[in-house]
């Protein structure tokens, strides 16, 4: 079955670089039409896109973010990483990772979701 | 960038009753490119529908959505108490892949 599993630290601090890890199975990144996106929840608030990779190692990103985010997979280790650079306290939220299955174009499996809280 | 707006913002309702959820576009979005989501406390979102009308596997046939070009809707046609909780509709633009979703309707037990 799929399974997603959100990895990273619950606490940074302003200005530092978070590093989240999406750790999944029953699916391979390598399958033609297949992607994994990332999405983010602050506390009592709605969800917000960030970014997607797809199986062909494209790259997308949410336009008022992109210049913060980098998607990376490594599809031996069936992982997909984000990086966000220069954190703020406004970056706390639950940070999901979630697929998007073979040439569809809505999320059909989420991780649980992984709380980052951004202080000094 | 596609903007949703969900509404309302909250509502009320008891078990039983039909729920009708809103989410409309600033643009033009492709039908096919329209979902909805639940969302319980604590949890992560759960796939509804897609497609605007295309239910998701295991969801109960009292939830339909409907809708085209701007204006998309979501039905619960009776309420029943699991059903109480946040819905997100999301769409995606294709050229290039950008996703928006919009800001949640809570529906709570009247």
């Known amino acids: 079955q799929v399974t997603l599993r959100e990895s990273g630290p619950a606490l940074v601090k302003p200005t530092q670089t978070l590093t989240l890890t999406c750790t999944f199975s029953g699916f391979s990144l390598s399958t033609s039409g297949m992607c994994v996106s990332w999405i983010r929840q602050p506390p009592g608030k709605a969800l917000e896109w960030l970014a997607l990779?797809?199986?062909?190692?494209?790259?997308y990103y949410s336009t008022s973010l992109k210049t913060r985010l980098t998607i990376s997979k490594d599809t031996s280790k069936n992982q997909v990483v984000l990086t966000m650079t220069n954190m703020d306290p406004v970056d706390t939220a639950t940070y999901y990772c979630a697929r998007m299955g073979i040439a569809a174009d809505y999320f059909d499996y989420w991780g649980q979701g992984t709380l980052v809280t951004v202080s000094s | 960038e596609i903007v949703l707006t969900q509404s309302p913002g909250t509502l009320s309702l008891s078990p039983g009753e039909r729920a009708t959820l809103s989410c409309r576009a600033s643009?033009?979005?492709?039908?096919?490119?329209l979902a909805w989501y639940q969302q319980k406390p604590g949890q992560a979102p759960r796939l509804l529908i897609y497609g605007a009308s295309s239910r998701a596997t295991g969801i109960p046939d009292r939830f339909s959505g409907s809708g085209s070009g701007t204006d998309f809707t979501l039905t619960i046609s009776r309420l029943e108490p699991e059903d109480f909780a946040v819905y997100y509709c999301?769409?995606?633009?294709?050229?290039?892949?950008?996703?928006?979703f919009g800001g949640g309707t809570k529906v709570e037990i009247k």
């Open positions: 990779i797809d199986w062909d190692d494209d790259k």
């Open positions: 643009q033009s979005v492709s039908s096919s490119y």
């Open positions: 999301q769409q995606y633009g294709s050229s290039p892949p950008a996703l928006t």
